[in-house]
């Protein structure tokens, strides 16, 4: 049960962020242009992933789909770190443009 529960609110804190930028993101006229890519790229990524895992769990095992899952975790955290590294340090003063 606490795995569902972590699921869930993993699903949902960072949904509604990405659905968030999406819009900031986009023009007004565009903004259900934006949410249809978006969702796009999100089921792409999605059915990418889970043929991947489906692939290595069949070749590999469990024990090598999740090794793979904690590699790719550990090379987002990488490069998360390395882009927070990179973005300019007046980004925060940025105005909004709503």
């Known amino acids: 049960m606490l795995g569902v529960v ?5 699903m949902g804190l960072t949904q509604a962020l990405l659905a968030t930028l ?22 792409i990524a999605t059915l ?20 793979a899952g904690a590699f790719f975790t550990f090379a987002a955290l990488i490069g998360l770190f390395v882009a927070r590294h990179r973005l300019p340090s007046n ?8």
């Open 91 to 98: 980004l925060a003063t940025v105005p909004n443009t709503l």
């Open 22 to 43: 999406a819009s900031d993101a986009s023009p007004v006229e565009l903004r259900g242009t934006a949410f249809g890519f978006f969702n796009l790229a999100c089921g």
């Open 6 to 10: 972590s699921w869930g609110l993993h």
């Open 48 to 67: 990418l992933a889970s043929v991947i895992a489906g692939a290595l769990w069949d070749a590999v095992g469990p024990a090598g789909t999740f090794t």
